[in-house]
């Protein structure tokens, strides 16, 4: 996956809104570098990429609530939820593709192999349709022409709320970190319910929007934030290899309720759902040892005292 640019430095004396229409277009850049790649037919990479920095730059402007009036970039922001969409729909395939495709290899009898592969081509001609809806989408909104919006529209979002909004860049960061890390607290329980697939995924995107916050203002603070950051990525990944693991078990479970439709074997079926639920069970376990070392070392106080 690619990294994301780091933001520009701040001194005590910076503009907060020159240094955030700087952070947003560097942002919104990323997201657009990557608007020819996506479309190449195999090219995995290049879609997570411009998903994921299509997310950093929507978590920006939400952070930046207190600079920018939102609603010159409304209709922006709207366009970019309708690509994040189209994105994940592709992206989803790809996650499912791989994960089949390590479970193929494991596959000791030929049926059972064969019967996998079945499924992986049926994905595939999935993505390829799913690919060709995002082509659609990026065409009728137009790559060029939202940067134009957006470049025309930034300078209005900030210069509104430029004589009443705040002039300490610390101050948001501080706001905006706080913010997120409550939301981390109250979501936080859900750890605890193994079986609660909804309750793990509101975890895993409070995890993922304090992670990206922190990186976004990390300038603003001690290199000591970023080992926040660190830890955040990997409760991200270990719940998000438990959503993917509970999507495919609902689809299997309609799988076997469809027997006459669906042309995977019941047998197939039974021993991918086997895989999964024991995949889902590693991933799971480690984002519950991950949360009983934060609880052990003070992991939110210990954030909390770095941004206060």
């Not at 939102?70 to 366009?79: F, H």
Request: hydrophobic share 45%; charged share 35%; proline share 2%.
């Amino acid at each position: 996956m690619a990294k994301p640019k780091k933001a520009p430095a701040v001194s005590s004396s910076a503009d907060i809104y020159e240094w955030t229409a700087e952070v947003l277009r560097l942002r919104f850049d990323e997201v657009m570098g990557f608007g020819e790649a996506v479309l190449a037919p195999g090219n995995v990479d290049a879609v997570h990429d411009m998903r994921v920095a299509i997310r950093r730059l929507r978590t920006a402007l939400r952070d930046f609530v207190q600079v920018i009036n939102e609603k010159p970039l409304k209709g922006v922001r709207t366009d970019l939820k309708k690509i994040a969409d189209s994105l994940g729909a592709v992206r989803d395939h790809d996650v499912a593709i791989i994960a089949l495709e390590e479970f193929a290899a494991e596959a000791e009898d030929v049926w059972l192999r064969e019967g996998v592969e079945d499924l992986i081509g049926e994905l595939r001609s999935k993505r390829k349709r799913a690919l060709s809806g995002l082509k659609k989408k990026l065409a009728s909104i137009s790559l060029d022409k939202l940067r134009e919006r957006f470049s025309a529209r930034i300078d209005d979002s900030l210069r509104q709320l430029e004589l009443f909004g705040p002039t300490n860049l610390k101050d948001v960061s501080r706001a905006v970190i706080e913010g997120r890390l409550q939301e981390l607290c109250k979501t936080g329980k859900a750890i605890y319910e193994p079986f609660n697939a909804e309750k793990l995924h509101n975890l895993r995107i409070a995890a993922k929007r304090l992670r990206y916050s922190i990186e976004l203002f990390a300038v603003c603070w001690s290199d000591e934030i970023l080992e926040f950051a660190v830890e955040l990525a990997k409760l991200q990944s270990d719940l998000g290899g438990v959503h993917d693991c509970d999507v495919w078990t609902v689809t299997l479970k309609k799988r076997f309720k469809e027997k006459g439709k669906s042309k995977t074997p019941a047998a197939t079926s039974a021993w991918l759902l086997s895989k999964f639920v024991g995949k889902r069970s590693k991933a799971y376990r480690s984002a519950l040892e991950l949360w009983r070392e934060w609880e052990a070392n003070g992991f939110i106080k210990r954030l909390g005292a770095v941004i206060r």
